[in-house]
């Protein structure tokens, strides 16, 4: 009955909302999809990236690197390293066109235990932590306007930072196209701070303050500890470039139109990302600027006087706006994850009412906020990068495999293979250095959850014991009712 239900109301839902429906969405939008062109591609790339990153990393990446130059350097560095990496997934995304982000990819070159274990780590650690970072950066920002020349408390942030996941889950939970409308106007809110912090930081330098920029290497730390977590941070503000081969499906000619929309979007980010520390370098000293609470905020203070209240609004939009869109797309691998049979299959049901993939989101709210109680962003951000470095490095890795064991497979895109070497040993490199140099026990946490997914995997996975499924079907069956959801018709792809 429930699934009869699902099936009329996304008929009703085609006809009323402009096919924003799950599933019968795709034959309408289909050829929508395929008259996007280059523009679409940088614009949508640009988009992704931009987010809550830029106004948040760059005192951990100066704090790291000691210094303006290297600074600067390691920021043009991290863009230099997506763009590699994004090309990486643009070949493998057009040789194995399957949704699930890296899932299908480590399936295919080394079979179900890499991606099972991915699966694990990215519904459990990456993307909650993700979501937690991105709402503790909008609750920072968001309170520092109320306590002027001191720290906001740590209670206000982590209470407003919840607050924020409960409502983003809310929304999403309730209605994909009031979603999507909050996610174009945030879009837009993003796109417009970053063009007043650029063009500002352009007028100072016009204006000759370039006396921070004077020995912009001394006192720089290098060390490989010193680098990597200052690599780590940088490239949590790049964050986005591995999903950008699913816009394959929504370019014209994506074979050239994809490999050119990176070429050309991601080293658009770095150049805004390394214009921004610039302008923020026009009117803070490095000491000044580690001393910041919210250093767009401190910027907005020294340049947009008396309109400085603009800053903190705008970058609460912006990082407000990564929030929901990290939301809204993370139904998805949670929907391939239970089809597999690898998580529980309530996580891929879909709302009878609101068509939404209602349990997957607020099982992602509920984990976010408890990354939110124990951590700060720092900390989050190194434990984030350190267990998502893992698999980008092993997908990549992944795509020098296949070039020798899956010959057969068309390659509509092909990159040179110093690529893939390269980010590999990036990878491998960024993995490695904070747990040589500076070993912590939030990396031993890490790599024991990510092996503990082993154990999952053979108790409930490959032997698919049953007493889990005795404990589990009377559970499903009341959230089923409570939540009202049922499951998702097949895909046809």
């Known amino acids: 009955m429930g699934e009869e239900t699902l099936r009329k109301r996304r008929g009703e839902d085609n006809r009323k909302e402009d096919g924003q429906s799950i599933q019968s969405h795709e034959p309408q939008t289909m050829n929508l999809r395929k008259q996007a062109k280059l523009s679409f591609g940088i614009c949508m790339i640009v988009g992704t990236i931009i987010g809550s990153g830029i106004f948040v990393s760059p005192k951990s990446v100066l704090a790291n ?6 600074c600067l350097t390691i920021w043009a560095a991290c863009g230099i390293l997506a763009t590699l990496g994004a090309l990486c997934f643009a070949e493998l995304g057009t040789m194995i066109t399957k949704s699930g982000g890296e899932y299908p990819y480590l399936m295919e070159a080394f079979g179900p235990i890499p991606a099972f274990l991915f699966s694990w780590t990215s ?6 932590s993700s979501f937690a970072i991105i709402c503790l950066s909008f609750a920072e920002y968001a309170s520092a306007p109320f306590y002027p020349g001191c720290d906001p408390p740590q209670a206000v942030i982590k209470c407003l930072a919840a607050a924020a996941i409960v409502v983003i889950t809310i929304v999403n939970s309730l209605s994909v196209k009031l979603g999507s ?34 020995d912009s290497f001394k006192d720089s730390k290098i060390s490989v500890s010193s680098i990597g977590l200052a690599f780590y941070n940088g490239l949590w503000a790049y964050d986005g470039w591995n999903q950008l081969n699913y816009i394959t499906e929504e370019l ?22 390394v214009l921004i520390n610039i302008s923020y370098f026009t009117v803070m000293t490095s000491t000044e600027l580690l001393q910041s609470q919210a250093v767009a905020v401190t910027f907005g203070d020294r340049v947009l006087y008396p309109a400085s209240w603009i ?5 609460a ?15 998805r691998l949670v929907y ?26 607020i099982f992602y709210g509920i984990i976010a906020i408890i990354y939110i109680i124990p951590g700060d962003i720092d900390t989050l951000i190194n434990y984030f990068s350190f267990a998502v470095w893992i698999f980008y490095g092993l997908t990549v890795f992944a795509l020098i ?36 140099s500076a070993p912590e026990l939030a990396y031993l946490y890490c790599v024991l959850f990510i092996l503990s997914g082993l154990i999952v995997y053979v108790l409930f996975v490959h032997f698919k014991f049953n007493w889990p499924q005795k404990i589990s079907k009377p559970i499903t069956m009341h959230l089923q009712m409570l939540l009202e959801v049922v499951p998702a018709e097949e895909d046809t792809e």
């Not at 014209?252 to 990302?273: A, E």
């Not at 800053?311 to 970058?315: I, Q, R, T, W």
């Not at 391939?336 to 049979?341: C, D, K």
């Open 65 to 70: 690197a000691g210094a303006v130059g290297p």
């Open 123 to 128: 519904l459990l650690v990456t993307k909650p």
């Open 181 to 214: 409308y909050l996610q174009n106007f945030l879009t837009a809110a993003k796109m417009i701070i970053v063009a007043i912090i650029i063009i500002s930081g352009i007028v100072l330098l016009a204006q000759g303050k370039t006396e921070n920029f004077k």
């Open 252 to 273: 014209k000619n994506p074979y050239r139109n994809l490999p050119l929309s990176i070429i050309i979007g991601i080293p658009l980010v770095t150049v805004c990302y």
């Open 311 to 315: 800053v903190p609004l705008f970058v």
């Open 317 to 331: 939009f912006s990082t407000i706006g990564s929030a929901n869109g990290t939301c809204f797309t993370a139904g």
């Open 336 to 361: 391939v994850a239970g089809r597999e049979g690898h998580m529980l299959k309530l996580l891929s049901y879909i709302s009878v009412k609101r068509l939404t993939p209602a349990p997957a989101i």
């Open 401 to 436: 495999v296949m070039r020798f064991t899956r010959k057969e497979l068309k390659r509509p895109i092909r990159i040179p293979i110093i690529i893939p070497v390269i980010v590999t040993l990036v990878s491998i490199l960024l993995v490695l250095a904070p747990i040589i």
